[in-house]
């Protein structure tokens, strides 16, 4: 099973930031947050992880909390493009042998 | 740009029909995945490998096998389809960090 929690889903306006919550409570310390997204007909595109840090690329920020029991996927202006369902991932195990396990997503509808 | 391809995006089959999904990524990248996609099941891991000739069962293998024999290509064998076997197909691959998608294959068995 998923290690994560999502909402279903989020709306945000075109042009501001969309931020998506996760929550990962039983998280272990050495395992990674990471965000996927999928837009639809499309395989899910990698856009970001981290273990403790604060991660920021040219895609998103993502804030994870002190106790890394939560995260926050920031998207500082969305596009349209940008409606997709989003996915945060723990992932079990580590280096090369580390799967990851796809929950349910929040769908994210950016609106004009 | 990484490429992961995939032998097709459409694909309708017959049940008790073999059926052979193939993969192949341009990155040399060591792992690879294959994945299913079920409304409300969301991405479901169904075999992986780490190296020529190496395969791991995922999540959901019943059904299903693969072969790898060349770093680049990763197979996913249906030996008999089923009709519960109707799914988007997705293949990746990845470095230590990141797994790279395929555009996925939509197999309609009937």
């Known amino acids: 099973d998923a290690k994560t929690t999502q909402p279903t889903s989020m709306d945000c306006a075109e042009g501001r930031a969309a931020n998506l919550p996760c929550n990962h409570s039983?998280?272990?310390?050495?395992?990674?947050v990471y965000w996927y997204r999928q837009i639809h007909s499309q395989g899910p595109q990698y856009i970001i992880h981290?273990?403790?840090n604060n991660e920021t690329n040219e895609m998103a920020s993502l804030i994870i909390t002190e106790d890394r029991k939560s995260s926050t996927l920031i998207l500082p202006h969305a596009t349209l493009r940008d409606t997709a369902v989003y996915y945060c991932i723990v992932r079990v195990g580590s280096g090369n042998t580390g799967k990851l396990i796809f929950g349910q997503g929040t769908t994210l509808q950016v609106k004009p | 740009d990484v490429k992961v391809t995939q032998s097709s995006r459409y694909l309708v089959k017959r049940t008790g029909e073999k059926v052979f999904l193939e993969c192949v990524q341009d990155?040399?990248?060591?792992?690879m995945f294959w994945y299913r996609q079920d409304p409300g099941l969301g991405l479901r891991l169904i075999y992986f490998s780490y190296d020529v000739k190496m395969k791991e069962k995922g999540d959901i293998p019943e059904g299903y096998s693969v072969s790898r024999e060349k770093k680049e290509r990763f197979s996913l064998i249906l030996e008999s389809a089923s009709t519960n076997q109707t799914s988007m197909y997705l293949c990746?691959?990845?470095?230590?960090?990141?797994?790279?998608f395929g555009p996925g294959t939509r197999l309609t068995v009937t």
């Open positions: 990155m040399d990248h060591e792992n």
């Open positions: 981290g273990l403790k």
């Open positions: 990746a691959s990845s470095t230590k960090y990141e797994q790279y």
């Open positions: 039983t998280i272990s310390g050495n395992e990674y």
